[in-house]
């Protein structure tokens, strides 16, 4: 059997965080100075991998899933050398590239031209290399126009088209692919999986972090689960992704009705429960969002409160929102319910994925990724006779209200 390109072996991260304490004086402050920093009272370690064993094989494409704070991004970052392990070892047989964030590895005072030849340089390249694929990197990038001009005037778009057609045309033996596809538009995220797909073909080893199961399912021949820095999951796409699935639906039974796990955001304000209502295709639903914060007088101002909802595959149905009905600067009580009325639910019978989300004043308060799984009963939404075409029966799907005549 062929040794991996890719070995990790007992591999774990840790960070060590200091809980905040209050002091009135400088003078208590100073006092305690030593004290606090001989004392482990006041520390706490944190885990943000533990245990992870993974071999990788040349052509191998590797999907990473989790909710946020599962471990994910960390993983990727100790394989880039942007950080490095505190216990374990990682083994690499040859050069990695990584699109790890919008712009990693580039000078923002050069311009996309010179960044070109400082990655492939920083990929060990030579410059006839790098001339070799030089057309085709930015042809496949479209931002053959501003060539010549420094990229920190680059949109975030335009950095992720350059920063990945770099990555993915220069020679490296590994290809590390974080999320950030998703700040791209559809068509180029198409063309990065086609094109994410021909560098497995041609023998490279892929690592690909994503929330849109369809992406994974599609790109991958293989995918580990990720939760509390902990691998729980390693073998076929449908599999570990359905595995995924089950994890979201038994743990949001267990926490007022959502997965609290990941959560992301200031916390100043929480969703604290959420009730999805008769959830019947073609019907009336009534969705209640229960928050709280620690204001206890002051208002919440300019609010913004969502949902998104999902099918199983992470294909977004549709959002409603709070800025889509009320005018600017919605204001709230510190703690209440926010009530949603959908007239005619336009969803299928099946399961469904739901993010749940809270701005204040523009800076995002409560976020929760993957926080439940509801499930929508059959109805009658069209005024035929069939609600879905036969086959199609308990499947998950945006339902659109239509009729039909003969001419």
Same mark, same amino acid.
């Given at each position: 059997?062929?040794?991996?390109?890719?070995?990790?072996?007992?591999?774990?991260?840790?960070?060590?965080?200091?809980?905040?304490?209050?002091?009135?004086?400088?003078?208590?402050?100073?006092?305690?100075?030593?004290?606090?920093?001989?004392?482990?009272?006041?520390?706490?370690?944190?885990?943000?991998?533990?245990?992870?064993?993974?071999?990788?094989?040349?052509?191998?494409?590797?999907?990473?899933?989790?909710?946020?704070?599962?471990?994910?991004? !960390?993983?990727?970052?100790?394989?880039?050398?942007?950080?490095?392990?505190?216990?374990?070892?990682?083994?690499?047989?040859?050069?990695?590239? #990584?699109?790890?964030?919008?712009?990693?590895?580039?000078?923002?005072?050069?311009?996309?031209?010179?960044?070109?030849?400082?990655?492939?340089?920083?990929?060990?390249?030579?410059?006839?290399?790098?001339?070799?694929?030089?057309?085709?990197?930015?042809?496949?990038?479209?931002?053959?126009?501003?060539?010549? !001009?420094?990229?920190?005037?680059?949109?975030?778009?335009?950095?992720?088209?350059?920063?990945?057609?770099?990555?993915?045309?220069?020679?490296?033996?590994?290809?590390?692919?974080?999320?950030?596809?998703?700040?791209?538009?559809?068509?180029?995220?198409?063309?990065?999986?086609?094109?994410?797909?021909?560098?497995?073909?041609?023998?490279?080893?892929?690592?690909?972090?994503?929330?849109?199961?369809?992406?994974? #399912?599609?790109?991958?021949?293989?995918?580990?689960?990720?939760?509390?820095?902990?691998?729980?999951?390693?073998?076929?796409?449908?599999?570990?992704?359905?595995?995924?699935?089950?994890?979201?639906?038994?743990?949001?039974?267990?926490?007022?009705?959502?997965?609290? @796990?990941?959560?992301?955001?200031?916390?100043?304000?929480?969703?604290?429960?959420?009730?999805?209502?008769?959830?019947? #295709?073609? @019907?009336?639903?009534?969705?209640?969002?229960?928050?709280?914060?620690?204001?206890?007088?002051?208002?919440?101002?300019?609010?913004?409160?969502?949902?998104?909802?999902?099918?199983?595959?992470?294909?977004?149905?549709?959002?409603? #929102?709070?800025?889509?009905?009320?005018?600017?600067?919605?204001?709230?009580?510190?703690?209440?319910?926010?009530?949603? !009325?959908?007239?005619?639910?336009?969803?299928?019978?099946?399961?469904?994925?739901?993010?749940?989300?809270? @701005?204040?004043?523009?800076?995002?308060?409560?976020?929760?990724?993957?926080?439940?799984?509801?499930?929508?009963?059959?109805?009658?939404?069209?005024?035929?006779?069939?609600?879905?075409?036969?086959?199609?029966?308990?499947?998950?799907?945006?339902?659109? @209200?239509?009729?039909?005549? !003969?001419?």
């Amino acid at each position: 059997m062929t040794e991996p390109i890719i070995k990790i072996e007992n591999l774990g991260k840790k960070y060590i965080l200091r809980q905040k304490e209050k002091y009135i004086t400088l003078r208590d402050s100073l006092n305690n100075l030593i004290p606090n920093l001989l004392s482990k009272n006041n520390r706490e370690e944190f885990w943000a991998l533990k245990d992870i064993n993974v071999s990788l094989y040349d052509g191998d494409v590797l999907g990473i899933i989790g909710k946020n704070g599962s471990g994910k991004s !960390t993983l990727l970052k100790i394989m880039s050398r942007i950080t490095y392990p505190s216990q374990g070892q990682l083994t690499i047989k040859g050069n990695v590239a #990584s699109l790890l964030e919008v712009g990693t590895g580039f000078n923002p005072e050069l311009t996309g031209r010179e960044n070109i030849y400082l990655n492939g340089a920083i990929l060990g390249m030579k410059s006839i290399e790098i001339r070799k694929n030089f057309d085709e990197i930015v042809n496949f990038s479209g931002v053959e126009k501003f060539l010549d !001009t420094p990229v920190k005037h680059y949109s975030s778009g335009m950095y992720v088209r350059l920063a990945f057609s770099i990555a993915a045309h220069l020679s490296s033996d590994v290809l590390l692919v974080d999320e950030v596809l998703a700040v791209g538009d559809a068509e180029f995220q198409k063309r990065c999986l086609r094109k994410m797909g021909q560098v497995a073909k041609s023998g490279r080893t892929v690592l690909f972090v994503s929330h849109n199961m369809q992406s994974i #399912s599609d790109l991958c021949n293989r995918v580990i689960l990720l939760s509390e820095g902990k691998l729980i999951g390693d073998g076929k796409p449908q599999d570990i992704i359905s595995q995924y699935i089950d994890k979201i639906r038994n743990v949001a039974d267990k926490e007022n009705n959502i997965n609290t @796990e990941g959560r992301k955001g200031t916390g100043l304000v929480k969703i604290d429960k959420v009730e999805f209502d008769n959830l019947i #295709s073609g @019907e009336e639903a009534r969705i209640k969002m229960y928050y709280s914060s620690a204001k206890r007088n002051d208002k919440l101002i300019n609010c913004r409160v969502a949902f998104a909802v999902k099918d199983l595959k992470y294909n977004l149905c549709f959002i409603c #929102s709070t800025e889509m009905y009320f005018e600017d600067n919605l204001q709230l009580n510190p703690t209440g319910i926010l009530e949603c !009325t959908i007239n005619k639910l336009p969803l299928g019978e099946g399961e469904y994925v739901v993010d749940l989300f809270f @701005e204040e004043n523009n800076v995002v308060v409560d976020w929760l990724k993957d926080s439940m799984i509801i499930n929508v009963s059959a109805g009658k939404f069209h005024p035929g006779v069939r609600q879905v075409p036969k086959g199609h029966e308990g499947k998950a799907g945006t339902l659109v @209200e239509h009729k039909w005549s !003969t001419l």
